[in-house]
């Protein structure tokens, strides 16, 4: 049962344009969400997370807006760069657990 | 200060063989978890551990499959006699403490041939 779901396995943006990425889940228990950014080979990165009491988290160019009578959040990426191609992960946490989504894959073309 | 660390990065076994994943965590954290990923699935969590207990194994299966975080020295993923099912990208975060700073490792990948 996947607790945590990103519906989009893939994104293209142009270079300079805002990247949205989604995510929803269906726990209402979580109180902590997390994206992380994966390039192949490597692991994840801890990109940018937000408390539930919180509706959004700003970061420099990352914003992610939690929506939780929706139980929806999503991930603002602007401008996009070519750089932030990689696969994002959105996390949700219970304790000391991390529930993943299977993440979506961000392409951003210069 | 290194980051989390895990060996080897591939790994390549015969079915029925045992797999041994190594993962040391970042100076100064006590807590090692693992997950894994399967082709186009998310990470999925195995087990939590702290050092020389193990807090969580929910995510773990009931078998062939062992955690331990010795007093001295790095974690250690075990996999008896590995099944082709169970080829994946194995990965360890390490925390302080608790889910902030959570840090992961670059992964093991395990195939099963």
């Known amino acids: 049962d996947q607790q945590v779901k990103q519906n989009s396995p893939s994104l293209s943006v142009q270079e300079g344009r805002i990247s949205i990425l989604n995510c929803d889940y269906t726990n209402s228990m979580f109180d902590y969400f997390l994206w992380y950014k994966k390039y192949p080979a490597e692991g994840p990165t801890f990109l940018i997370s937000i408390s539930s009491i919180k509706d959004k988290n700003e970061d420099g160019r990352f914003t992610v807006f939690l929506n939780k009578s929706a139980k929806h959040l999503s991930l603002h990426i602007v401008p996009s760069q070519p750089g932030d191609s990689a696969v994002y992960f959105c996390a949700a946490s219970e304790g000391h657990n991390l529930f993943f989504g299977t993440g979506t894959r961000l392409t951003v073309i210069p | 200060n290194a980051g989390v660390m895990q060996n080897p990065r591939h790994l390549v076994r015969r079915r029925g063989q045992e797999a041994r994943l190594r993962c040391s965590p970042m100076k100064g954290h006590s807590h090692v978890y693992w997950y894994r990923q399967l082709p186009e699935e998310g990470l999925k969590f195995m087990v939590y551990?702290?050092?020389?207990?193990?807090?969580?194994e929910s995510g773990m299966p009931k078998e062939r499959f062992s955690a331990e975080f010795p007093k001295e020295g790095p974690s250690i993923l075990r996999i008896q006699q590995v099944v082709r099912g169970d080829s994946a990208a194995y990965f360890c975060?390490?925390?302080?403490?608790?889910?902030?700073?959570?840090?992961f490792g670059s992964g093991t990948r395990l195939t099963v041939v």
């Open positions: 551990l702290q050092k020389e207990n193990i807090i969580d």
């Open positions: 975060a390490s925390s302080p403490g608790g889910r902030i700073g959570y840090t």
